[in-house]
């Protein structure tokens, strides 16, 4: 099994048929798609079921269904579903957003060097990303683009966006690092990503826009409220706890952590404290 999609499902019952139109157009066919059900309040998880069970049926084999406990979040359901997936790479898809037929494909290629040594088995790199695009039912498509690994990864830190559904993730990589995303509900994305990119030893690039981000108001990630705000911070700070821990790990000694200081204080004033702040005094007042 080349890739495991995990996709937590949560109110999407407009668009989830899209969702997985696009992950069976993919011309990389050796994947396998983990629905986190994060229990919602509409028929997602039925209509899903419904238009995978119209699919052939080597292909609706590929999907599986799982549930959390209770309503926890994305970054709990990815946890959830990153237990239960068998690939050799993670993909992480949002149910209402889609991916371009060639995404899988161009990615898996660049994480092993080409068509040759993917089929002999070799070991992969630990990331590969691409760009992306948003579209949707509101405001004007975008170009969404990660920084260029190739000024290195302190330059690539200081700079990169929260696109996490950009990326595959070698599985053993994940495991092996014990990385998780936090229980809160905002800036579970950043807390995750930002350890991954630390602690990965080899990050490639595909600089093509094939990931499509769908923009719509009433979705968790535009959600503004108080207690969204307070989540924001606590995943933040433990970002930085998690960040010192790791400085004194000797498993992570080869990395020279302390060169990427810099980087994490802008982490933490761009993507954390201090945005937050603004944003929740606005919000009380």
């Known amino acids: 099994m080349q890739v495991s999609i995990i996709s937590p499902v949560y109110n999407v019952a407009a668009y989830i048929c899209e969702c997985i139109d696009s992950i069976v157009s993919q011309t990389m066919t050796d994947w396998e798609v983990l629905f986190v059900d994060d229990h919602g309040t509409d028929n997602s998880i039925e209509i899903a079921k419904q238009h995978i069970a119209h699919l052939p049926k080597d292909i609706a084999g590929k999907f599986r269904f ?121 800036s579970e994305d950043t807390n995750f990503l930002t350890k991954t990119l630390l602690v990965a030893r080899t990050i490639r690039c595909v600089n093509e826009p094939l990931y499509l981000y769908r923009v719509r108001p009433q979705s968790l990630t535009t959600a503004r409220n108080r207690h969204r705000y307070k989540e924001r911070l606590s995943s933040v700070r433990k970002l930085m706890d998690e960040f010192e821990a790791m400085k004194a790990n000797p498993r992570y000694a080869d990395l020279h952590l302390d060169q990427y200081d810099r980087a994490m204080s802008l982490i933490w004033k761009k993507k954390g404290i201090a945005q937050a702040v603004i944003d929740y005094i606005k919000n009380i007042f």
């Open 66 to 186: 799982m549930a959390t406990p209770k309503n926890t979040g994305p970054g709990i359901a990815r946890n959830f579903g990153i237990q239960q997936a068998r690939g050799e790479y993670i993909a992480f898809l949002d149910s209402d957003d889609r991916m371009e037929p060639q995404m899988l494909d161009r990615l898996l290629l660049k994480a092993y060097g080409g068509l040759n040594l993917m089929h002999i088995g070799t070991p992969g790199v630990d990331l590969v990303y691409c760009n992306a695009k948003s579209f949707g039912d509101s405001g004007k498509p975008r170009f969404l683009q990660n920084p260029d690994i190739e000024k290195g990864k302190d330059y690539y830190l200081k700079h990169f966006k929260t696109y996490i559904w950009t990326y595959i993730y070698r599985r053993k990589f994940i495991i092996d690092n014990g990385l998780e995303f936090p229980c809160e509900r905002a």
